[in-house]
């Protein structure tokens, strides 16, 4: 179905009393039928992210090489699946190695790795991958 340019707001059903409970809103452009669309209702103030880089190595080429750690943490009493994006900005001239084991790595683009992953209450997951970049 063709979505006009405007505004998308978001609900869910408050499981309490079933009244409508507000969960977020996004702009849109002109959308045709039979596209993807992807909003963007807010950011989760309870699950964190931190990124470290280790053993970064440059090359004499102007590549580099380097070990990366993207700590999660879900500090919800709930569980929660969390999408992980991770860009890839150089596209198929850095390789990647995925070291974290039993994850569901979905390569959307050139430029663009995706994983789903459902976090139990409290829990905390590294996401652990080498790069490779030569130009």
Not at 29 to 57: C, M, Q, W
Not at 92 to 101: I, M, V, Y
Request: avoid cysteine; proline fraction near 3%; charge should be negative.
């Amino acid at each position: 179905m063709p979505l006009p340019k405007g505004t998308v707001r978001v609900f869910k059903t408050d499981d309490s009393d079933n009244s409508l409970e507000f969960i977020g809103e996004d702009s849109i452009d002109h959308t045709p039928k039979d596209e993807n669309l992807t909003l963007n209702t807010g950011n989760a103030f309870d699950i964190t992210a931190s990124k470290v880089a280790t053993n970064y190595r440059s090359s004499q080429n102007a590549g580099y090489t380097a070990d990366l750690n993207l700590t999660v943490f879900n500090h919800k009493n709930i569980a929660a699946e969390i999408v992980v994006e991770i860009s890839n900005y150089y596209g198929d001239n850095n390789q990647f190695s995925w070291t974290s084991l039993g994850l569901n790595v979905q390569k959307v683009s050139s430029t663009l790795f995706r994983i789903s992953k459902v976090f139990k209450a409290n829990e905390q997951f590294s996401y652990l991958w080498s790069e490779d970049y030569r130009p």
